[in-house]
């Protein structure tokens, strides 16, 4: 299966809202409602952030919040702040498991 | 607390073998099912295998088919990954991740380095 695909890169200022997206097929994104979104910090472990599309964890911020449209699933952040800046991954589990190629952060 | 602590990790030269842990604790492991998701320097996630909480599924990604075997000891609260053939591509800091309801890693572990050179 192919790595789900995300932009490289996003940016946004403090208190701004940003979103990721994540495109994959019918097979996998548009076909379940199982896709996670995990954040790491340079040499920490992955943090699971959103997982069956929208639901979030107990512990983490409303302000982190997911959807999805057809094949593509977002992530949005919103009132950005210093400590979001991080490495974003979405994930599918449909059947196999496929991350997306990862997204970096930045918080100008 | 739920924790998950890998080891077997470090440097072994192509074709060598490798196998790691993951001691799991603060939960029923046997309930579970585990998965091995690994992460090559400055790149990003790879899912490696899976296998249920009977051991009676498993998975494995295309890249490690044939030369990784996943198992797992309820008994002793513990995931392995046999690692055999190793290439220089598999170089990678390993994590183990316990699964949830359509997750593959609610839980993390800190993850254990393998370096496949000569």
């Known amino acids: 299966q192919s790595a789900l695909t995300q932009p490289a890169s996003v940016s946004g200022s403090p208190g701004q809202s940003i979103t990721i997206s994540c495109t994959g097929t019918?097979?996998?994104?548009?076909?379940?409602?199982?896709v996670s979104w995990y954040q790491q910090h340079p040499g920490k472990a992955p943090k699971l952030m959103i997982y069956?599309?929208?639901k979030r964890p107990s512990g983490v911020s409303n302000r982190f919040s997911g959807s999805k449209s057809g094949n593509t699933a977002s992530l949005t952040i919103s009132g950005l702040q210093a400590e979001d800046e991080a490495d974003y991954y979405c994930?599918?589990?449909?059947?196999?498991?496929?991350f997306g190629g990862g997204t970096k952060l930045t918080v100008l | 607390e739920v924790q998950l602590v890998e080891s077997g990790g470090g440097l072994v030269q192509p074709g060598g073998s490798l196998r790691l842990s993951c001691a799991a604790s603060?939960?029923?492991?046997?309930?579970?099912?585990m998965n091995w998701v690994r992460q090559a320097p400055g790149k990003g996630l790879e899912w490696v295998s899976y296998?249920?909480?009977?051991?009676?599924?498993?998975y494995y990604a295309d890249s490690v088919k044939g030369r990784f075997t996943i198992s797992r000891d309820n008994a002793k609260n513990s995931l392995y990954l046999q690692m055999n053939s190793l290439r220089a591509e598999d170089t990678a800091v390993y994590y183990c991740?316990?699964?949830?309801?359509?997750?593959?890693?609610?839980?993390w572990g800190q993850g254990t380095l393998v370096t496949v050179s000569s």
């Open positions: 991740a316990r699964s949830g309801s359509g997750v593959p890693g609610v839980y």
């Open positions: 603060g939960f029923t492991f046997s309930s579970y099912s």
């Open positions: 296998i249920s909480s009977s051991s009676s599924t498993i």
């Open positions: 019918s097979s996998d994104v548009g076909s379940y409602n199982l």
């Open positions: 069956e599309g929208s």
């Open positions: 994930c599918s589990y449909a059947g196999r498991v496929v």
